[in-house]
Each structure stands twice: as structure tokens, then as C-alpha cells.
């Protein structure tokens, strides 16, 4: 079965970098699309980044030019490299895999991680 295990999340404080890692396992993952998504506390969960199975990527405007996806397909694992944070950053940030090889809407995933807590002071 598919499973989506995160890590690499922590306290920061603001300006600070972190990245996080999602290994990946029960699915062909070089097949799939895959992304990040986070929720703060009383907010929805938003999309943050994806990537599509050749490599092309997808930002949230929030977050263009201080975070970076990336994918290792040999060792089946999803990479955010998260830079100049924020306060607004702060939330539990969880990795999806996509129904396909790349994704039109960020609804267009179907499998998630339990998350990794970041915070940002």
C-alpha cells in the first residue's frame, strides 16, 4: 500500500532554512506527480509546491524564490528546501502523491503523509 513518510521539519527562527524529505513507498513513484502542501491552525491546507514526474515544477505564489522541490526517483524521495522562512510559514507541512504524472489543480492528489511540524519564530 502507499505510504508517504515525512520528516525534517523544526523550530527556526525567521531567515532561517530547513528541508524537508518524504520517502515514498507502495507505488512506482517515478510515475507520479508528487507535492507539498501545508496547514497552519484555522486555515485550510493549501498547495505549496509539486513536481511532475519529468521534473517540471509548480510554486504558491507565497512561496516563489524561497522554496525549492526536488525529487531523487532512485531513492523515492521528495525534497522541500525551505529558505528565508517566515512566521507566515508556520504549519504542519505534509507530502501527497498525484493521480498522474502531472497535476492541473492541487486537488489533483489522492495519497498524503501524517506530516512534519515546521515553526517559525
Known amino acids: 500500500h502507499v505510504q508517504l513518510v515525512e520528516s525534517g521539519g523544526g523550530s527556526v527562527q525567521a531567515g532561517g532554512s530547513l528541508r524537508l524529505s518524504c520517502a515514498a513507498s507502495g507505488y512506482t513513484y517515478s510515475s507520479a506527480c508528487m507535492g507539498w502542501f501545508r496547514q497552519a491552525p484555522g486555515k485550510e491546507r493549501e498547495g505549496v509546491a509539486g513536481?511532475?514526474?519529468?521534473?517540471?515544477?509548480r510554486y504558491a505564489d507565497s512561496v516563489k524564490g524561497r522554496f525549492t522541490v526536488s525529487r531523487d526517483n532512485a531513492k523515492n524521495t521528495l525534497y522541500l528546501q525551505l529558505n528565508s522562512l517566515k512566521p507566515d510559514d508556520t504549519a504542519m507541512y505534509y507530502c501527497?502523491?498525484?493521480?498522474?504524472?502531472?497535476?492541473?489543480?492541487?486537488?489533483?492528489?489522492?495519497?498524503w503523509g501524517q506530516g512534519t511540524q515546521v515553526t517559525v519564530s
Open positions: 501527497a502523491r498525484g493521480r498522474n504524472g502531472w497535476f492541473a489543480s492541487w486537488t489533483d492528489f489522492d495519497y
Open positions: 513536481i511532475g514526474r519529468y521534473g517540471g515544477t
